[in-house]
């Protein structure tokens, strides 16, 4: 890592870093988020001519600290309209990308789609964006160390860089600081980084995040990552050989749909995800067995994250293999039958008001409708507050009320769907498709975001070479009782 100073008409920029292991286009674009002057017209004096995008940092002999001289004309910065009449292409860039309906996409650093999709799906859960706004050093918990606390930061800064920009954001420092708490995203093949798993990076970050933000106290209401995320599991563990049976709880940030010739539906794949066998040590035969392990959800997200199982080893080839076979999924997803007896029942209530309520609307009578009033139904933001506080009560609980009187149904609406295109994890291209909260969906192929029909994103299923799921993110509908 270098550092250099830029002197560029009459102002000199001072302690800007260059990664050598990037290319000169990189250190470019750090200088147009400085300097508004785009990479095209950027002329930088170097040792032989120019810097070139594609130059080799080794062969220009640039020193640290040492002073380069740039040229260029920045963009034109939009002059106040002088007449009373405003148009939308006159107003600051944050109004823009307000009146817009939708952030900005993330430049392509070579091989980081994965990033930025992986940053544009979870950059849409507003509970996670205002927890990382009231993030600072001060409240910042002692196990977390400095790497976790940048990426925190550059987290924050990024989420609020896309938001009030409506060109796209180059993530260079979010990206840096990613490699350096993680190293395996800095691998190279052939002087170019590598394409990365993007459900590595999700889960990296997402867990990186919940250290961060779990507030400085043993409270588990103090992790708001786990709050809107975890899903508590109950697990049965039977040893058909012994008899040997015992319970298990676990928490993760994510379902798995295991994918096989029998399955055809995400509900079919998550299914034959909560169920699976481990070898472990029979205190009973006092040798390894097989034991069958039986899951079920014992309490429910704000924001269910569901992993479609598409990769795995392949030892012929020595590489990650797909499984391209087509599994639909809903834009409305059911979980009740994979939860717990005791979480059924709470449940049970709520989903007969979200009945009623449904056929109120159809203008049916209703078996509440003659004593009950109106009940409100809502999705996981209406009745929280930004920071998503409510939703820890009902995480903790499963199906418990909030503050505001509002209760889980075990009914979940799509809100985002991560998809691969190509043959292998370690190739291909990522791209996210995010509903907003208008409604509408957006497509972001990285820098360039699309506006797509709702009826399209459940056609992302596979069964070809197209886009297909990967990674899918539903948030919880509530009804007010």
Not at 163 to 177: E, L
Request: net charge negative; with cysteine.
């Amino acid at each position: 890592m270098l550092t250099v100073s830029v002197k560029w008409q009459k102002k000199v920029f001072e302690g800007i870093e260059i990664d050598v292991s990037l290319p000169p286009y990189v250190f470019k674009a750090q200088l147009y988020d400085l300097t508004g002057v785009p990479p095209e017209r950027q002329k930088i004096m170097v040792k032989g001519g120019l810097l070139k995008d594609d130059a080799d940092w080794s062969s220009i002999g640039v020193k640290d600290g040492q002073k380069l001289m740039m040229m260029g004309t920045a963009d034109e910065i939009v002059k106040a309209p002088e007449k009373a009449i405003v148009f939308a292409e006159d107003l600051p860039e944050e109004e823009q990308a307000t009146n817009l309906g939708y952030s900005a996409g993330l430049v392509n650093l070579g091989n980081t789609c994965y990033m930025n999709s992986t940053v544009q799906c979870l950059k849409s859960v507003p509970e996670l964006k205002s927890a990382l706004s009231n993030y600072s050093l001060a409240g910042r918990s002692n196990d977390v160390d400095q790497t976790s606390h940048m990426l925190t930061v550059a987290t924050r800064e990024l989420f609020g860089d896309l938001d009030r920009s409506v060109n796209a954001v180059s993530p260079t420092q979010f990206w840096m600081v990613l490699r350096k708490k993680f190293p395996q995203f800095s691998q190279l093949q052939n002087g170019m980084h590598m394409q990365q798993d993007a459900e590595e990076c999700w889960t990296q970050l997402l867990y990186t995040l919940s250290q961060s933000l779990k507030a400085p106290t043993s409270s588990e209401d103090s992790d708001a990552v786990k709050a809107l995320f975890g899903v508590n599991l109950r697990s049965r563990v039977h040893c058909q050989e012994s008899g040997e049976e015992s319970s298990e709880t676990e928490s993760v940030y994510s379902l798995k749909c295991h994918i096989s010739h029998e399955v055809n539906h995400l509900h079919e794949g998550l299914k034959h995800g909560l169920k699976g066998e481990l070898e472990k040590t029979s205190p009973a035969l006092g040798r390894t067995a097989v034991y069958l392990k039986e899951s079920l959800i014992d309490s429910l997200p704000r924001y269910l994250t569901v992993q479609f199982v598409r990769f795995f080893w392949k030892r012929e080839t020595n590489q990650k293999a797909k499984i391209l076979r087509k599994v639909d999924y809903p834009l409305e997803l059911d979980i009740y039958d994979l939860c717990s007896e005791e979480l059924r029942k709470k449940l049970e209530a709520p989903r007969q008001k979200l009945r009623d309520e449904e056929g109120k609307k159809l203008g049916l009578q209703t078996k509440s409708s003659s004593k009950d009033g109106d009940v409100k139904m809502t999705d996981a933001e209406a009745p929280s507050n930004e920071s998503g506080e409510s939703s820890t009560a009902a995480q903790q609980e499963g199906a418990s009320s909030s503050e505001k009187g509002t209760h889980m149904t075990g009914i979940y609406d799509l809100v985002s769907v991560l998809t691969h295109k190509g043959r292998s994890a370690d190739s291909g291209h990522y791209v996210a498709w995010v509903k907003q909260e208008s409604g509408k969906w957006i497509q972001y192929d990285d820098s360039y975001p699309s506006v797509q029909r709702e009826e399209d994103i459940t056609k992302l299923s596979g069964g070809g070479d197209w886009h297909m799921a990967y990674i899918i993110m539903y948030k919880a509908r509530f009804v007010s009782m």
